[in-house]
Structure formats: structure tokens, C-alpha cells
């Protein structure tokens, strides 16, 4: 059977304001189911608190942020990654459309960004839910780390960094 028969059909584009509901919709279950592989129930919660389509919108527009969306015909959008300067901010992915090889494209296409916008390294913040994903793509711990979240609890996270080639 060939691959395009069994394996899920997205497309990746450039985000825009009117996204904001869909990628916020993606951050906040993918917060609250896999955040939950490496978190407690109350620091999922306060992870997730305070997510807003407005808190996507004001990232585009005031905080320079671009965002790569993916997304499926019959689903809308299944994931994102934003960037700014040489620093992913986030990635992010449906718990459905995990493990299929959608978070690698999202991050090589932002990874292509930074490097055409003449960075000779990313940067990320990661959670621990995120540390061996971005391991695995040739990502070094730079610190462990406590990270405030809009909720207010400090969750263990970490600092790392890639060279790419400008």
C-alpha cells in the first residue's frame, strides 16, 4: 500500500491572526493530555491556565512572533511552532496527530527559518515533556531550570540550543 494511502494528509503554512482559535484549541489539549506524561494534575492545570486565542494574536502582532501552522483537511489546524529571532517559542501537536512525524516538520521548517534569517543557532525553552523529542533532533540541555507558569506554579523545565548553519 503506498505511504500517502496510510500515513495522515497536512499541509504546513505560514499563521495568521485567524488562526489564533484553532492554535489555541491545539496548545491547550496538548498541554493537558501529554503535559500530563511529565506533570502533576495541578501544574498541567496551571500550565494551561490563562490560554486565549487573543494571547496567540497579540504574539503575531505586538511580539513579532511567525507561526508555522499544520493542517489536516477534515480537522483544521493539528499543530503549530512559532519563532522569533533564533528562539523557538513553542511547538506544539494534537495528542492525535503524535508520533507521525508532524512535530519534525514543524521544527525543521522553523529551523530553515531561523537559518535563512542568518542565526547560527536555535534556542528552547522545553518542558520535559518536550526534552527528548528535541534530544533526539540534536538539541543539548544548556540548564535545567524552573519556569513560572500563567498559572503561577514553577515547573521543571529546561534551556537548549542547536547549531545550524546559516
Known sequence: MPLTKIMPRYRL?????????????????????????????????????GTSP??????MREDGETFI?????????????????????SLYVDPDWTRIGLGS????????????????????????????????RGYSVIRHRHWRTRGGLMIPAADMEKAIRA
Open 105 to 136: 516538520a514543524l521544527l525543521k521548517r522553523a529551523e530553515s527559518s531561523i537559518a535563512a534569517a542568518g542565526h547560527r543557532k536555535v534556542v528552547i525553552g522545553a518542558s520535559l515533556v518536550g526534552l527528548p523529542f528535541y534530544e533526539d
Open 13 to 49: 503554512r505560514t499563521g495568521k491572526p485567524a488562526d489564533a482559535v484553532g492554535i489555541c484549541a491545539v496548545h491547550e489539549r496538548a498541554v493537558r493530555v501529554l503535559g500530563r506524561r511529565a506533570y502533576s494534575d495541578s501544574q498541567v492545570e496551571s500550565w494551561a491556565h
Open 54 to 59: 487573543q494571547r496567540f494574536i497579540e504574539a
Open 69 to 89: 501552522v499544520a493542517v489536516a483537511r477534515a480537522r483544521g489546524i493539528i499543530g503549530f511552532c512559532s519563532c522569533k529571532d533564533q528562539e523557538i517559542r
